[in-house]
């Protein structure tokens, strides 16, 4: 008997929430220099400077998000 666990697996439809990070470049606010950062976020590999969290584009999780948060 041949096994038709493929076919099976091939009807359930996987979506993929799109979790790709954005990868964009904005100028250095403290020395000028080209800066790659994801989703909004920041950091100057020359100078150290970071942007502000709250510049960044994806919301920061709670802390009842955290699954390593102590439970009460
Ligand atoms: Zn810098």
Redesign the pocket.
């Known amino acids: 008997m041949i096994s038709r666990w493929e076919s099976e697996q091939s009807g359930e439809s996987t979506v993929v929430p799109s979790t790709t990070p954005d990868i964009t470049t904005t100028v250095?606010g403290?020395?000028g220099?080209q800066v790659s950062g994801l989703n909004g976020r920041y950091a100057?590999g020359?100078?150290g400077?970071v942007n502000n969290w709250a510049e960044g584009h994806s919301r920061l999780p709670s802390a009842e998000e955290d699954p390593d948060a102590p439970k009460s």
């Open positions: 250095c403290a020395c220099s100057c020359v100078c400077w």
